[in-house]
């Protein structure tokens, strides 16, 4: 989260953008991600320039994202450019053009650099700013914001983010950040260590929030209390004290994580979303991950199936698929054309044996009474270890939606001995479509509650904890579930203590009705005598 001057700063640029004619929020996105790459790709060419000076003195500089006579486009340049209509006419007609070349830049395709996956998307991408006087002032402002500092420029980028308050046409919508963050410390918990190790991917990864989470979380959490630092102007956290090994560090940043989504302009701001929070190489693919194209592809197939130690994702729920769209493998399972169910069975494929997933799904997916929904969740229950069912307040999606949903965790494969439910009533922020904190930064209300209860049931001690099924938490051991059709709602197992009422007699009443009839009797006579 940010604060002060820093989101002052954003906020003027997204007012730039709004009184510039510009009021698409995942437009206005786009623009300012192009923009900060544009900014970031000309930093890494000055380290670049840098380094050569130091090996070959007496050589001029080649260039590596920007060959000799591409070095006008530098961001740098371009700032120092008087002339406003020039400078649009310049990023509109080379700048751009430039970038959707970088990848056939013999040069650039031997470096380690953050085009080498941001270029991709690029091929498509399209200038919207028109005024020159609009893009001078979004250069200024971008020129001014801290990309050089790592876990502020992170921040940053969410906080952009926070501002898309709509939800796309086929139902996908941003996840709310202290939602993510629940997700990620329940799938974390005690199992830190061998998390250095895991291979993580999202299936519909839209703006890449769930994959940078987690690298935030390992982070976090292999650095000392000591060593977090936050700045009391921006919120944003330095680490110092790092206790992550360098190989370790190699597989997180360029092998770790995978993202798949079919809007082109979110893998966009995901693959801006994670350079920016220092994944150099972020691994977001163009891919509809229910289609046969998802596992008969060359570059995809081996993410298809068996690849992922964790899958953390909010899929989309809207609507229906044609049948001869989806892969077969997972009709095969469930027969269904439902977006919500079929997610579920392609994230078991592509586990590992063994392999979690915290997924957030409709309330629907947990009572539904089609033959499909029944077959997902006795698939779940009866072949794989279903762990928890945690019940979202109905606004949690506000202003996206208003779904009521619930978050699913499961392992593939093992056995469902007992289920873990909660019931989230209070998420920290108001309900409705503001959404705004309650209590202190620090107080999630049941968030906090669910965190520490946890670690009691996730340690083995469960069935000692949890036997009230009154309060929040609670387990319900398999055979219930199978008796109960395998409906994993959880008002069909939660008791409600439903306290007596104390009602006075009839009679009691009716004096009361009486006396306050005489009471307005004489008012009336009171007031009649004033007026003579």
């Known amino acids: 989260m940010i604060t002060g001057q820093l989101r002052s700063k954003i906020n003027e640029l997204w007012e730039e953008f709004w009184t510039g004619g510009i009021t ?42 920007f060959p000799r006579d591409k070095q006008h486009l530098r961001w740098s340049q371009l700032k120092q450019e008087g002339n406003a209509e020039k400078v649009l006419e310049i990023i509109r007609d080379e700048v751009f053009p430039h970038f959707r070349k970088l990848g056939q830049l013999e040069n650039a395709a031997a470096s380690k650099g953050p085009m080498n ?47 898309l308050t709509t939800a796309g046409i086929n139902g996908q919508f941003r996840t709310p950040r202290h939602i993510i963050d629940l997700m990620v410390d329940l799938v974390l918990e005690g199992n830190e260590d061998e998390a250095l190790s895991w291979t993580v991917g999202d299936p519909a990864c839209g703006t890449g929030g769930f994959l940078v989470q987690f690298m935030e979380a390992l982070r976090e959490h292999f650095t000392s209390p000591d060593g977090i630092h936050v700045d009391e102007e921006t919120g944003g956290k330095t680490y110092t004290g790092d206790m992550i090994e360098p190989s370790h560090w190699k597989h997180i940043k360029s092998e770790m994580f995978h993202g798949f989504d079919f809007d ?30 998802f596992t008969d592809r060359k570059e995809t197939k081996r993410w298809a199936e068996d690849a ?12 229906s698929l044609d049948e001869e ?34 997924v957030i799904v409709p309330d629907g997916v947990t009572f539904g009474s089609s033959k499909a929904h029944k077959e997902l969740r006795k698939m779940l229950v009866e072949e794989n270890q279903l762990e928890a069912v945690i019940k979202l307040p109905q606004g949690a999606f506000r202003p996206y939606a208003g779904v009521s949903t619930a978050i699913l965790l499961f392992t593939k494969g093992g056995q469902t001995d007992n289920v873990f439910f909660f019931d989230v009533q209070a998420d920290g922020k108001t309900l409705d479509d ?49 008796e109960n059709a395998f409906d994993l709602s959880i008002n069909r197992y939660k008791e409600i203590v439903h306290k007596e009422e104390q009602y006075d007699s009839p009679k009691v009443i009716l004096g009361r009705l009486k006396k306050l009839e005489a009471e307005i009797a004489s008012d009336l006579e009171k007031l009649e005598a004033m007026l003579g």
């Open 24 to 65: 698409n929020p995942l437009t206005v996105i786009e623009q300012i991600s192009f923009l900060m790459f544009a900014r970031l790709l000309d930093m890494r060419e000055s380290t670049e320039e840098k380094k050569w000076s130091r090996k070959h003195k007496d050589k001029p500089f080649p260039g590596v994202y």
């Open 117 to 163: 996956t941001f270029d991709q998307y690029m091929k498509d991408a399209t200038l919207m700013i028109n005024k020159p006087s609009l893009l001078i002032s979004a250069i200024n402002m971008i020129d001014a914001l801290p990309l050089t500092q790592g876990d502020t420029k992170g921040d940053l980028y969410e906080y952009l983010l926070s501002k």
């Open 264 to 293: 082109v302009t979110m893998l966009r701001i995901a693959a801006m979303n994670m350079m920016l929070h220092e994944i150099d190489t972020p691994d977001i693919n163009y891919q509809d991950t229910l289609s046969t194209n």
């Open 308 to 319: 992922f130690d964790l899958i953390l994702a909010n899929p989309p729920f809207k609507g």
């Open 325 to 358: 769209d989806v892969h077969k493998t997972l009709t095969g399972k469930v027969k269904t054309k439902k977006t919500e169910l079929l997610f579920i069975v392609l994230m078991l494929r592509m586990l590992k044996l063994g392999g979690r997933c915290a």
């Open 434 to 482: 503001k959404r705004e904190k309650i209590g202190a930064d620090d107080d999630w209300q049941d968030l906090d509650v669910l965190r520490k209860a946890w670690p009691k049931w996730n340690g083995g001690a469960g069935k000692k904890h949890f036997k009230d099924r009154t309060v929040n938490a609670f387990f319900v051991p398999k055979s219930e579930i199978e």
